[in-house]
């Protein structure tokens, strides 16, 4: 069976999705635009419709239908692939389900609930439009500052002192009361018995049926999804009811712990301004956007969970949390930092080896000097900073009292360390020798944490200055501490001649260069050795993959010959990698998802890390748990094409890992050369010598790039 990614690929055209946002211009066999990733006057932006692919040579960035809709809609990629999905008419629930069945009524009723909260949308914002008995509640957005501007964009609405009041249009609408317990819109009456603790003289009139409503004299605010639809409602009581605020209970539209509300509004605006502010309040979200700051988001329910970062990293790395002032603020801050830095991904940046760390590296081995020893630092690929209110003041009352105040204030969040530094030193006294002991107690390990050198070294002379204390014996003090804590980066050799000479004969084709390679490419031509099977080490030169079933791919794959050997090798690689995870620091630094060629490959690689960044326990019995359920099939073939060959262990694993990762990588950047030569081509004909020299300036990077790799793994032989 074809796989759902490939199925959804041959239906849309990238040339037709990216000319929906990008003004593109024919260019030769290519398209040409002005990026919408980066700022530019000329053009460096290209779709090629051969290959499906996109790559844009200002700022870097390319790939596929899939990369550019992530990007572009700030979506991950399971709503990539439903919004790819709906747009080529393919329900991704039913594809390939056991139960296609069961599937197609749990998508009637998503879609009959989704109906149902826009009726209830519209019903509750003219009960507070109209209705003279929401007096009381429009009383109440106008102290709070709400425009009638805000109320109508963001549809707020008043659900009445009443017991039935939304059930009874709503069931005279058509709904059942099934739909409206399952969108959490009523609560079942218990049989036999009235309305516990309200006394049936609340409920007034006749009772309708057995439901009555779930909100009752509540300011509603519609809860919207990324794409804007109404997932669920929350309400805040007028007056002392309890509680305070009530959110939708948990339905098949809405997951509770994972809902940012204004998302849907605040998207552009947080593209825009590289920048997300989350605060804690549905007030605070809308008095925001009413003055201009349209980045803004809540967070819904008591904390910030992984789950609402993950929606909102495609679209910024930049978080900024504009939690409320006070002590359980404070708690909620520190969760949020934590979950933040949880849900962004890690990158690993290699780093070169201090003097003295080479030393010690260099020990074991007396002769052979092992060239190009660098340590893989994590460090967190976000930038999470903290927005400090005066004491005392919620940012609605902030924005509204001194605005500029406020857009100072976003502008210039507190740096996570520099709010440590306030947090963790609050109430101690810092003349006293004890509070001096324990604000570095807990200062150190912070500012160990920072990997950047020169930013470490400032920190700790702030602390230093700030507690009075040597910079030299607060430096011993850090020492200690960084002994103490886990080494945070790995160790990895690159070029130790001796363990790879041997596995590299034959791996790539030997004795030609880099340069020789770019011609063959360039004219087209898959590099011989590209065959996985055909160039394998001698330990385990045996067929990658069975004939018929290569066939059988070739047939299915509506792709070149060069392409579907790259995704074997990336299908190997993501084998052995979800086989040994602890692989993983011995490839990453080689190549990044950029680089892949399958649209499945490369989000299973995305997952792989962030899944084996946060949590390096060797085995992922339970890896699938986190791979959507279109990817599920890759895994299987990744899986199987580490499975069908000899089974390799301790330096033959390592050395097949680096091959194979240095491979591909050697492969994309071959690509990118023939794109490369093929729009010099172009740019020569038209007399464009200002682009001649931009390309030309980027085939001499991946020249040079190319040479690297072919240097580090001996190629010249
Ligand atoms: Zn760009």
Redesign the pocket.
């Given at each position: 069976m074809v796989s759902l990614i490939e199925t959804i690929k041959a239906k849309i055209d990238v040339v037709e999705e990216i000319g929906l946002v990008v003004a593109l211009r024919k260019s030769g066999k290519s398209f040409q635009g002005l990026?919408?990733?980066?700022n530019?006057r000329s053009p460096?932006?290209y779709v090629f419709p051969e290959s499906q692919t996109w790559h844009?040579?200002?700022?870097?960035?390319g790939g596929d239908v899939f990369t550019f809709v992530e990007k572009q809609q700030g979506f991950d990629f399971r709503d990539a692939l439903l919004y790819l999905a709906e747009k080529a008419g393919i329900s991704v629930e039913e594809y390939g389900s056991p139960n296609p069945e069961q599937e197609r009524e749990t998508n009637a009723l998503k879609d009959r609930l989704r109906k149902l909260n826009e009726d209830a949308t519209l019903w509750f914002h003219q009960v507070l439009l109209r209705s003279k008995d929401a007096a009381e509640a429009r009383a109440y957005l106008q102290s709070r500052g709400i425009s009638s501007e805000s109320v109508m964009a963001f549809s707020l609405g008043y659900a009445p002192e009443q017991w039935d009041g939304l059930s009874r249009y709503l069931l005279g609408q058509g709904y059942t009361e099934y739909e409206l317990l399952s969108g959490g819109l009523a609560r079942a009456r218990e049989a036999g018995k009235l309305l516990a603790g309200s006394g049936a003289s609340a409920m007034g009139r006749e009772q309708s049926g057995g439901v009555y409503d779930y909100f009752r004299n509540r300011i509603i605010f519609p809860i919207r999804d990324v794409r804007g639809r109404v997932i669920g409602f929350g309400g805040r009581v007028l007056g002392d009811g309890q509680p305070k605020y009530l959110n939708s209970p948990q339905t098949p539209l809405f997951e509770k712990n994972s809902v940012l509300y204004a998302l849907d509004m605040a998207r552009d605006a947080i593209k825009h301004a590289k920048q997300v502010v989350i605060v804690e309040g549905y007030v605070d979200a809308v008095i925001a956007h009413q003055y201009g700051t349209k980045q803004t988001v809540a967070c819904i329910g008591s904390a910030i969970t992984e789950k609402h970062i993950q929606q909102i990293k495609k679209l910024t790395k930049q978080v900024t949390l504009a939690l409320d002032p006070d002590a359980a603020g404070e708690a909620a801050t520190e969760h949020g930092i934590q979950e933040a830095l949880k849900a962004f991904d890690r990158t690993l940046v290699p780093v070169p080896l201090a003097a003295d760390r080479r030393f010690t590296a260099q020990k074991g081995s007396k002769r052979n000097e092992p060239r190009g020893m660098i340590r893989l630092e994590e460090q967190v690929d976000a930038e999470i900073n903290v927005l400090q209110l005066p004491a005392g003041e919620d940012p609605d009352e902030l924005i509204r009292r001194n605005f500029s105040a406020w857009t100072y204030a976003v502008a210039h969040p507190l740096p996570l360390v520099d709010y440590y530094f306030v947090a963790k030193t609050t109430g101690l006294n810092l003349r006293e020798p004890a509070g001096k002991t324990e604000a570095a107690k807990r200062l150190l390990p912070v500012i160990g944490s920072i990997s950047d050198r020169v930013k470490r070294d400032a920190y700790l002379r702030k602390l230093a200055t700030m507690i009075s204390i040597e910079e030299r014996s607060l430096n011993d003090e850090l020492q200690r501490v960084l002994r103490g804590q886990k080494p945070a980066g790995v160790v990895a050799a690159f070029s130790d001649r001796t363990s790879q000479r041997r596995s590299i004969k034959g791996v790539e084709s030997v004795g030609e260069s880099p340069l020789q390679g770019e011609r063959r490419a360039s004219k087209g031509e898959p590099r011989s050795g590209a065959e996985p099977g055909e160039s394998e080490d001698e330990e385990s030169g045996r067929d990658f993959q069975a004939n018929n079933q290569r066939e059988r791919e070739s047939r299915t794959f509506g792709l070149d010959k060069d392409v579907r050997n790259r995704i074997k090798w990336e299908d190997y690689l993501i084998g052995l990698l979800l086989q040994n995870p602890g692989l993983c620091p011995h490839v990453c630094g080689i190549i990044n998802d950029g680089d892949f060629a399958g649209t499945d490959t490369r989000e299973l690689y995305r997952i792989f890390n962030s899944v084996y960044q946060r949590d390096s326990s060797p085995l992922f019995q339970s890896f699938e748990q986190f791979v959507p359920s279109a990817l599920l099939e890759t895994v299987v073939r990744a899986r199987k094409s580490v499975e069908s060959r000899s089974p390799l262990e301790g330096s033959g694993l390592v050395k097949a890992a680096v091959q194979c990762a240095t491979r591909l990588k050697r492969a994309r950047l071959l690509q990118s050369n023939t794109e490369l030569q093929y729009l010099v081509r172009g740019a020569t004909e038209a007399g464009d010598v200002a682009a001649v020299q931009q390309f030309q300036g980027r085939l001499l990077d991946i020249h040079r790039q190319l040479r690297t790799i072919d240097s580090a793994m001996h190629l010249q032989g």
């Open positions: 990026c919408p990733f980066h530019e460096s932006f844009c040579f200002g700022c870097n960035e």
